[in-house]
């Protein structure tokens, strides 16, 4: 089993920039990899960034790419999501998520194996 649980979200403004956290427990985090997904009000979960376990590889979301960065300290069973240059369609419930097997499904939800319960993060424009 793993447990995961995010951390960092909130109300913030169009344009600043937020930090999430997901922290690890259950099993050897350094062998996930780990992704980030959300979901908007109305709206299906989508792949949003994800890292290989030793974070040799990452994937972004077009939406987010250059805005956004994933990383992850293996040491302290953490992952995390560096938000910059948010808009409000950023809104939603953010979810870290850890699958078991090796690169290369990183952005298919269905992939991963187990997930948090989620961080709200607003934007107001």
């Known amino acids: 089993q793993v447990q995961l649980v995010e951390s960092g979200g909130g109300l913030v403004q169009a344009g600043d920039s937020l930090r999430l956290s997901c922290a690890a427990s259950g099993r050897t985090f350094s062998t996930f990899v780990m992704g980030w997904f959300r979901q908007a009000p109305g709206k299906v979960r989508e792949f949003v960034a994800a890292v290989s376990s030793s974070a040799g590889y990452t994937s972004y979301a077009d939406s987010v790419k250059g805005r956004f960065t994933i990383s992850r300290d293996n040491a302290k069973n953490t992952l995390y999501l560096q938000m910059s240059s948010l808009k409000p369609e950023d809104t939603a419930v953010y979810y870290c998520?850890?699958?078991?097997?090796?690169?290369?499904?990183?952005?298919?939800?269905?992939?991963?194996?187990?997930w948090g319960q989620g961080t709200q993060v607003t934007v107001s424009s």
């Open positions: 998520a850890a699958d078991l097997a090796i690169w290369g499904r990183q952005n298919v939800e269905e992939a991963y194996d187990y």
